[in-house]
């Protein structure tokens, strides 16, 4: 527990935040994790969460809010529960402003304070250096599939494309209309359950880049190291929405990176770019000057109004994360909490099934399905009633998906197995 954990508040009375339907008895309280407070302002709060099949939570993080369920969503996601509670505790009057981060200017002293802060922790988390422009830009992971091909190409210029998902698939199909796009790999005729070997694919040498989606939040596939570009000046390119800021990432090898910041890092509405600033300024003339990243990366992000709220939620995750210890020790509790989720499902002797290649499987996007696939709307129905939501696989896919990022404590991935084995239990 740190020094800020151990000096904050603690509400007397943490029967208050038990579930009023709860007859149980309380067992043993335990705090909640905090956020590196803010000197204006720190809490802690003792709660339970019931849990009618799990064993005891991890003491790490088992004290979370009874009335908050266990959110496996894929994105929008879960944040941590310290965060939110910082920001409500912030909303109305920003740190003795009088307002809030929603009503003030995002050139005043405060807002500045905001988003140089985030960027700051940011490049500290993933060891970004000054080479590098690091944006807080809109228009969702989506834009960036324009923006890549729109930045780093003429339209004569080639690129290449290793599609592992559909947000790869997506991003290829957008770069077709701007660039001339090859897709040097697809795993769409296996379903997207591999990654091929990265001497086996033919990259074209005059690509300007090699594009990849680090983790494919669809298919739960994640690239656990990455393909060199073949070309002499070519860079990688990655989609890291749905792995961003989950394990620590070489910035270097790439030659940009984007993530929408919804699944890890904070709510939607912020994207983040992070580019090796020698590639900017090279922008096709028909590039909206909203994608152009030397003039978002000129004005620092504020080339227009920013989406101050969400870059200011994204700061206080990137203050957790430090806190917790920075990106090794996140990848630790993300390797953990993966490992007894795909051990569930590889130990139910075929009752729930990943397709994935083990060695590719992601550790934020766990899809499986039951074999008796009648049973899989029962089971997320059921699972709903334990207070875990959110389970549907996707809609191009079906089954069942897990998304467990960051913020998804310990407490819910073995609530989830527990279920998962007593449900097995119940339909032999
Ligand atoms: C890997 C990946 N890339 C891109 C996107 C698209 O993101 P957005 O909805 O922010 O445009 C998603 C959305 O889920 C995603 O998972």
């Known amino acids: 527990m740190s020094a800020a954990t151990a000096a904050a508040v603690t509400y007397p009375k943490s029967l208050l935040l038990r579930n009023a339907g709860d007859a149980r008895p309380p067992t043993k309280p335990s705090r909640l994790r905090l956020c590196r407070p803010t000197p204006a302002f720190s809490v802690s709060c003792t709660a339970l969460r019931p849990s009618p099949v799990s ?18 969503a894929a994105g929008p996601a879960t944040l941590p529960e310290c965060v939110i509670r910082k920001a409500q505790a912030e909303l109305v009057n920003y740190r003795g402003s009088g307002m809030s ?22 490049r500290a988390l993933l060891g970004i250096s000054d080479e590098y422009a690091v944006l807080f830009l809109q228009g969702g992971g989506t834009t960036q599939f324009a923006a890549v091909p729109l930045n780093l190409c003429t339209p004569e210029d080639a690129a290449d494309y290793l599609v592992t998902g559909s947000w790869g698939d997506k991003a290829y199909k957008e770069a077709q209309k701007y660039c001339k796009a090859n897709l040097i790999w697809t795993g769409k005729h296996e379903k997207y359950t591999k990654i091929p070997a990265f001497d086996q694919i ?58 929408g910041a919804q ?22 003339p028909i590039t909206p000057v909203m994608l152009d990243l030397k003039v978002q990366a000129d004005s620092a992000s504020l080339y227009n109004t920013p989406p101050c709220l969400a870059i200011y939620i994204c700061g206080l995750v990137f203050e957790d994360l430090l806190e917790q210890g920075g990106l090794a020790e996140v990848e630790k509790k993300n390797v953990h909490k993966a490992g007894i989720l795909y051990d569930a499902i590889d130990g139910s002797g075929g009752f729930y099934v990943c397709p994935v290649e083990k060695s590719v499987r992601s550790f934020m996007n766990v899809p499986f399905t039951l ?58």
């Open 101 to 122: 981060i929603m009503e003030m200017s995002h050139r005043g002293k405060e807002f500045d304070g905001v988003i140089k802060k985030a960027e700051a922790d940011l």
């Open 202 to 259: 033919q990259q074209n040498p005059d690509a300007k880049y090699l594009h990849i989606c680090a983790n494919e939040t669809i298919h739960g596939v994640e690239f656990k190291d990455y393909p060199v570009p073949a070309g002499k000046d070519a860079v990688l390119v990655a989609d890291m929405s749905s792995n961003f800021c989950s394990k620590p990432v070489d910035v270097s090898t790439f030659g940009m990176i984007y993530a």
């Open 55 to 72: 064993p005891p939570a991890s003491p790490a993080d088992a004290s979370l809010s009874p009335d908050r369920v266990f959110n496996f």
């Open 371 to 428: 074999t008796k696939s009648d049973l899989e709307k029962k089971f997320i129905e059921e699972a709903a009633k334990e207070g875990m939501v959110q389970l549907k696989g996707h809609r191009s896919v079906g089954g069942v998906r897990a998304s467990i990022y960051n913020a998804m404590p310990l407490a819910g991935v073995e609530k989830l197995v527990a279920f998962m084995k007593d449900f097995q239990a119940r339909h032999p």
């Open 263 to 284: 699944k890890n890092v904070g709510p939607s509405g912020v994207t983040i770019v992070i580019v090796r600033k020698d590639l900017l300024g090279k922008a096709q």
